[in-house]
C-alpha cells in the first residue's frame, strides 16, 4: 500500500514538473506576442502581465517538487563532500527536516492564502480570479511536502 502511495506521488510530481516545463515555453511564447504585438503592431496585450504572472508562479510551484524528486536543486557541497560518510548522512537527515517542516508552514499558509482570496480577482484592467493561481501554489507545496517525506522515509530506510 505504502509503495503504490509513494510510486502515485512521484507519478504525479513527474506530470508536475513536465507541466511546469509547457508552462514556462507558453510563458516564452506568450511574451514574444505581447513583444511583437506592442512593437510591430502598435497594439500593447493588455492582459499579458496577469497572465504572466499567473504562469510563472504556477510553473515555479509545480516544478519545485519535481526538482527535489530528482534532487536537481543546486547544491555548495565543496565542504559537505569532504566530511566523512556518516556525518553527509547526518546532514542529510537534517536539511530533509528542515525542508519538511517548511512546507508544513507553506503548505497550511498556502491554503489559507488560497480560502482567504476565492472570490478575489486582481486589480488589473482584466480582473482576472486570483484563486486559481493561489491553489496552484498550495499543489505545488502539498507535492513538495509529499517528495520531502518521501526522502525523508527513503533515507531513514536505507
Do not use: C
Not at 25 to 30: E, K
Not at 110 to 123: I, K
Not at 150 to 158: D, N, P, Q, T, V
Amino acid at each position: 500500500m505504502l509503495k503504490h502511495i509513494i510510486d502515485t506521488a512521484n507519478f504525479v510530481t513527474r506530470l508536475s514538473g513536465i507541466l511546469a516545463g509547457l508552462i514556462l515555453s507558453a510563458l516564452m511564447l506568450l511574451n514574444t506576442y505581447a513583444v511583437v504585438s506592442r512593437y510591430m503592431f502598435h497594439r500593447p496585450v493588455d492582459w499579458i502581465l496577469d497572465v504572466s504572472e499567473f504562469l510563472m508562479v504556477a510553473s515555479v510551484f509545480m516544478g519545485t517538487a519535481y526538482i527535489l524528486q530528482v534532487e536537481g536543486h543546486v547544491r555548495v557541497d565543496l565542504v559537505v563532500h569532504r566530511l566523512p560518510e556518516k556525518i553527509q548522512r547526518g546532514l542529510y537527515l537534517v536539511t530533509t527536516f528542515m525542508i519538511l517542516f517548511f512546507t508544513i508552514f507553506l503548505v497550511w499558509k498556502t491554503w489559507e492564502l488560497a480560502w482567504d482570496n476565492l472570490y478575489t480577482r486582481s486589480d488589473s484592467v482584466v480582473r482576472f480570479p486570483l484563486f486559481p493561481g493561489y491553489i496552484l501554489v498550495f499543489y505545488g507545496s502539498f507535492l513538495l511536502l509529499l517528495q520531502s517525506i518521501i526522502k525523508l522515509y527513503s533515507r531513514l530506510r536505507g
